[in-house]
């Protein structure tokens, strides 16, 4: 695999859903970005890949670029709204 990519592909029950990676240089992520739980998944340059808390991100230099998360598994959804 080459590090090159600038999508990443989540399946989603079938089907294939493509993000693109945002260059923390250009628009560092927010609150807004993350998961219920705070995180992005982040670009560092020596790890790949990685799931991480949004405002830790920032501040690491090592970590390049990053994209939403995507959407928590069906069940998860239900089980967080119910009372």
Do not use: S
């Not at 989603?12 to 260059?23: D, F, L, P």
């Amino acid at each position: 695999m080459r590090h090159t990519r600038k999508r990443a592909r989540f399946p989603m029950r079938g089907v294939t859903m493509a993000q693109e990676w945002i260059r923390k240089a250009d628009r560092p992520p927010t609150e807004a970005d993350c998961d219920a739980l705070g995180c992005v998944i982040v670009w560092h340059i020596y790890q790949g890949a990685m799931v991480y808390g949004w405002r830790n991100a920032i501040n690491n230099e090592f970590m390049t670029h990053w994209m939403r998360p995507p959407e928590a598994p069906e069940e998860y959804r239900k089980r967080k709204n119910d009372p």
